[in-house]
């Protein structure tokens, strides 16, 4: 058994810390990740998550999540949003993110060639309505097609802001 023994104790062991961890955290509402081709994100593309708001009552953190590989060959990342609130009203936003410092550290989370990068799009906001919620993400870098963006997601989460 040897070393795979550990391996497989260690592994349960650091998922266990995950799920405790994040099940402490805020509420989630919605949470969806997209795939996005090998060959790379055409800046045509959208990536659209949709989901049916049930309540409106608390206030909503809204959190968008770019997972890269380290041969990503940018320091920034570009992002064109586009919302459709359940009342029809659209929102269009340009978004910078940097994804590596000066020094070409990577700033997200992870192991290996895979990095995750969270982004706070908005923060204790109250969505207007109950009903259907739209949000495109297009990447907005001057690559007509981008390598190295693996996927997109999204998150909806109550507020962390204290109040329950």
Known sequence: MGN???W???VGFVGLLLL?????GPKRIYA???DLPVAGWHQDSLVVFQTD???VEKPLDVVIF???TTDYPYQNFWLFVQEQMAGGELKSDTIECYLADNRGRWLGNGI???KEMPILYHTNVLMPDTGLYKIAIRQGMRSEILKGITNVGIELRESGNGEK
Do not use: D, V
Request: glycine content about 14%; aromatic content about 4%.
């Open 4 to 6: 795979n023994g550990f």
């Open 8 to 10: 497989g104790k260690a």
């Open 20 to 24: 405790a961890a994040t099940s402490c």
């Open 32 to 34: 969806e990740a997209e």
């Open 53 to 55: 708001l049930k309540q």
């Open 66 to 68: 770019i997972r890269h």
């Open 112 to 114: 290996g060639a895979i």
